[in-house]
């Protein structure tokens, strides 16, 4: 089993200091966080690129993090980031402005909105070669079948992307290192 930080949603504001102090423990640990939600099954192990690893570490060298006290609408708890106002709770609003500040600063003049980072962690990925099953927990599918009907355009190639690596097996261009007992998972329909 792989190392992972695990935290649990219940949509409460404690749930959400939890994730927020998950969140850091995962980056400083560098394994992948899990998000647990109320429905038993959800949840979320995303990969964190070592390139991002690294500048919220420099983030939190150069800053350190925020500590929020114990007062009307704040969490008690230390924070990667804060608010204008000092608190850890982020509203739409603020969220939007920080964004637009972030797209400003970094040059960006496309019209893109923060899901759009979602859309383009999926598309990126499975483009690549990213596990259609892995992808779907990652961005919190239920159905795997939900994430391969909204990506499939990105996906053209795969057919030829098999093709192409079953060759390369087959004439020993490419070795494999697989298990020599493979376990099935079975589920109820």
């Known amino acids: 089993m792989t190392a992972q930080v695990t935290v649990g949603l219940d949509g409460s504001r404690e749930g959400f200091a939890a994730a927020a102090w998950a969140a850091c423990e995962a980056v400083l640990r560098e394994v992948p966080l899990h998000l647990v939600h109320m429905e038993a099954g959800q949840g979320r192990a995303v990969p964190l690129p070592p390139s991002i690893a690294a500048r919220v570490q420099e983030h939190l060298q150069r800053y350190g993090t925020f500590r929020a006290r114990d007062a009307v609408n704040r969490l008690p708890g230390d924070y990667l980031f804060s608010n204008v106002g000092g608190t850890n709770i982020l509203m739409y609003a603020l969220v939007d402005r920080l964004w637009r500040t972030a797209k400003q600063s970094a040059g960006i003049t496309r019209k893109i909105t923060p899901h759009w980072l979602r859309r383009f962690f999926a598309s990126a990925g499975l483009s690549k070669g990213a596990p259609v099953t892995e992808m779907a927990e990652w961005l919190g599918h239920r159905n795997p079948r939900i994430t391969h009907e909204t990506y499939a355009h990105v996906m ?33 329909a």
């Open 156 to 188: 053209p190639d795969a057919p030829g992307r098999l093709r192409a690596l079953m060759g390369s097996v087959f004439t020993r261009e490419t070795e494999l290192s697989l298990p020599l007992e493979f376990e099935a998972v079975v589920q109820a």
